[in-house]
Structure formats: C-alpha cells, structure tokens
C-alpha cells in the first residue's frame, strides 16, 4: 500500500516532508515496540525532531499513525497468505497463517486490541490493515472449507476475532509465552470438521480430537 499523507492523499512528498515522515515513523516504531501502541505522540514528535503539529499533518490521528507503522509487517503476511494458499494441506496452511497474525499483534502491547475493537469499523485507518488481514484469511478459509477440513460454518470474521483475542490474553501473561500455542490449538478443536465416524453417530472420544498442525 503506498503511504500517503492527510494533506496530500495519493501525491509525492516533498522531500523535507518525506524526511519527516520517515523520521516519525521512525520514531514510532520504536516507541511501539518499547511502550506500546498507546506510547506519547508528544514524545514522538519530539524525538523526530518535529512538533506535535507537524505529526498530525502526516497522521491525522494514533490510528492512521498506528496503521502506517504496521503496513511493512502487513505486507509479509499477505505475501505468507498468498504461499499458504498453494499448500498441500488447506487446514495446516490457515492455521500457520493465524499462528503468525498472533505472533505479529504481540509484537506490540496494544495492538490486539485495537485491531478487535476495529475490526468493523471501516472508518478507522486500522481498516487499511483488517480489511486486507480478513480478506487473505477469508480465501484460505475458503480453501479449508472446500476440502471438508473446516466446518462449513466458520466464518473469517470470528476467527480474526478469536485470534486477536489470543494475542491479547497472552499480551496479558508474559510470564507464560507458550499460552498463545496452547490458546490456539483449542481454538482448532471448535474449527475441525466432524470426522466420518461422529458423523455417522460414532461415540467421539479422545482420538478425535484435531492437532494443532491439522
């Protein structure tokens, strides 16, 4: 996606513009990484070296300024999605492509939630990052779904939701970095489709229970 301003939707920067922008961004990434998504703008500003207006013209609030920092890791996973949808096991490949949306959302406190509370709102500058994330994981789901691998019944809409969901609640335990691993395969318990023999009324017991790798 190419990054753009307030001012300017879709046009070049001037050079000193484009020097702002980029030490912004810079700035951001940084404070992101090291105190969250809710980290100072103020703070931002003035390590870039800009003042506070200066910061607004470029992103006219946290969200756009959020997106803009997450767009280079948006990327590889829409590149990963689009590797994923040649894999030969359909559910394997989904389940991959959820296991690194969780990774990527804890990589910064506060972005798990601030992709959930968003995630249906097309007005927001998150939507740059949901609408593509929910478009890759609805054709892998797609996918799963065709080869009778997944329940006909899942839609990618409550998955984004369960997985930024899991991101938050391992956000929420640092002191337990396998959570997320162990959150996800029991969400796959519930996106597996029946086995031929519960469908035809077999008792389920333990063995039919899916794995995480699917």
Request: glycine share 10%.
């Amino acid at each position: 996606m190419a990054m753009t301003t307030a001012q300017t939707p879709g046009r070049p920067m001037r050079a000193d513009a484009r020097r702002n922008y980029d030490r912004l961004l810079g700035e951001a990434r940084t404070a992101f990484a090291e105190h969250g998504t809710d980290a100072s703008l103020e703070d931002i500003a003035r390590r870039a070296g800009v003042g506070i207006g200066t910061l607004y013209r470029h992103f006219p609030n946290r969200h756009a300024l959020m997106s803009a920092v997450f767009q280079e890791a948006l990327g590889s996973l829409l590149t990963r999605s689009h590797e994923l949808a040649e894999a030969e096991n359909p559910c394997s490949g989904l389940v991959e492509w959820l296991g690194a949306i969780i990774t990527h959302a804890g990589e910064y406190r506060g972005l798990a939630q601030a992709l959930m509370s968003t995630s249906r709102d097309e007005t927001s500058a998150l939507s740059d990052c949901n609408v593509p994330l929910r478009e890759a994981g609805a054709r892998l789901l797609a996918r799963a779904q065709a080869s009778g691998t997944v329940r006909a019944d899942v839609s990618i809409g409550d998955l984004m939701q369960l997985t930024n969901a899991i991101a938050l609640a391992a956000e929420q335990a640092p002191e337990d970095p396998a959570l997320a691993g162990r959150l996800l395969t029991l969400t796959l318990q519930g996106l597996k489709a029946e086995s031929r023999g519960l469908r035809r009324g077999r008792k389920p017991g333990v063995e039919a229970g899916p794995k995480a790798g699917g």
